[in-house]
């Protein structure tokens, strides 16, 4: 049974860190690209940082460059991402997905930035 579970969302200060996991079972992690999104009420869900199956290559979104940073462990099976300098916009419930032939996503953990 595939499973994705996000953890380490809640409730910051403006300028505050989080860092969130994504911890997976039941698939071949090693072998998948793993990225994180977000979901911001009345908006769509957007990509907002990606990294390969090695951990060579990483993307982000524009509105997060230079703040937040991808990684992954794959002995661990677990995706990271360490979130700085956070602002209320990034407010929003936060989604790991795991990709290769097919999509499996995580039930999210919710982001709240405010003071």
């Known amino acids: 049974q595939v499973q994705l579970v996000e953890s380490g969302g809640g409730l910051v200060q403006p300028g505050g860190s989080l860092r969130l996991s994504c911890t997976t079972s039941?698939?071949?992690?090693?072998?998948?690209?793993m990225s994180w999104y977000r979901q911001a009420p009345g908006k769509e869900r957007e990509l907002v940082a990606a990294?390969?199956?090695?951990?060579?290559?990483?993307n982000y979104a524009d509105s997060v460059k230079g703040r937040f940073t991808i990684s992954r462990d794959n002995g661990k099976k677990t995706a990271y991402l360490q979130m700085n300098l956070l602002k209320p916009e990034d407010t929003a419930v936060y989604y790991c997905?795991?990709?290769?032939?097919?999509?499996?996503w995580g039930q999210g953990t919710q982001v709240t930035v405010s003071s």
């Open positions: 997905k795991a990709r290769r032939n097919i999509d499996y």
């Open positions: 039941g698939f071949t992690f090693s072998i998948y690209y």
């Open positions: 990294i390969s199956s090695g951990g060579s290559t990483t």
